[in-house]
């Protein structure tokens, strides 16, 4: 097909408590995280990028696609962490001609993160009753959707705040769905890290840098801001900045509290103490 229709995008987000509720101390009006949802779009079809934690967040998120009209006809998954793909059933309950897909790896992660130690003990013990029944995506064949005429590109981005994370790229107009590669003034999950891997994480962002978008969308972000560009070398700043003082610090709280200096005002500073007590364990 031609590339005869110019592509447009739209980001929703919802926000959530933040999972980690032991803070020591910390700006109490910023323990929630936001998750964000793309729509790509073009005259008549369109791809979903990422799905919502809650039940109430997706059926919003429902409402909201059909509200563009478009025939939607991926979801695409970007990682296997339940609060990307956890929607994915009532998606494709209201988009019944619509396939949920993301890369072999992501697949293969969604059912490890769905087992019980994170579905019963963790998801629905913070969140009791609220969240959804588990559809997995199934494997995207192709290392790009085809959406009127233009690709939406994978990429590969290895281990960033998990294993095997992936991001969209745009080329026709410059948009970079970045899932977790990229946060926005919200503190990464750095949880399931390592000192080498954050190392990784900041390059992977930088390889989402050099393809020079115009529009990067994090895969979480305060609501109110606008995804620019330079969300990517923050979060690498963030990552070596994270890694330079834990290695000047002894104890978790030291950690978070050099951290807390320097990104006061970023959101889910639970993501944050979680991460530096896993390090300093």
């Not at 029944?133 to 705040?161: A, C, K, M, Q």
């Not at 969300?231 to 104890?251: G, H, P, Q, S, V």
Request: charged content about 20%; cysteine-free; aromatic content about 10%.
């Amino acid at each position: 097909m031609e590339k005869n229709t110019k592509l447009s995008y739209e980001v929703k987000t919802a926000v959530r408590q933040g999972v980690t509720r032991d803070l020591p101390h910390g700006p109490e009006d910023l323990q929630w995280v936001s998750n964000s949802a793309t729509l790509i779009y073009g005259e008549h079809d369109a791809v979903l990028v990422d799905t919502f934690t809650f039940i109430s967040q997706n059926e919003d998120l429902v409402a909201w696609v059909k509200s563009f009209n478009r025939n939607l006809t991926h979801i695409y998954i970007t990682h296997g962490h339940g609060d990307h793909w956890l929607g994915v059933g009532q998606l494709l309950k209201a988009f019944p001609n619509t396939i949920a897909v993301g890369t072999k790896e992501t697949v293969a992660d969604a059912p490890i993160n769905d087992l019980p130690v994170y579905r019963e003990n963790f998801w629905e013990k913070l969140f009791p009753g609220q969240i959804p029944s588990s559809v997995y995506p199934t494997v995207l064949e192709n290392t790009f959707i085809e959406l009127e005429g233009h690709r939406l590109e994978v990429i590969d981005t290895g281990h960033t705040d998990t294993a095997h994370s992936t991001s969209l790229w745009v080329p026709s107009i410059g948009l970079v769905v970045a899932g977790d590669v990229v946060y926005n003034h919200t503190h990464p999950f750095t949880a399931e890290t390592s000192a080498e891997s954050r190392e990784h994480w900041a390059k992977a962002a930088e390889k989402l840098e050099a393809l020079n978008p115009v529009v990067v969308v994090s895969g979480h972000k305060q609501p109110q801001l606008s995804d620019a560009p330079e969300t990517i070398a923050l979060t690498a700043k963030y990552l070596r900045d994270f890694n330079r003082i834990e290695a000047e610090t002894t104890t978790a709280l030291e950690l978070y509290d050099r951290m807390l200096e320097l990104y006061p005002r970023w959101a889910n500073p639970g993501s944050l103490w979680g991460g530096a007590k896993v390090v300093k364990q």
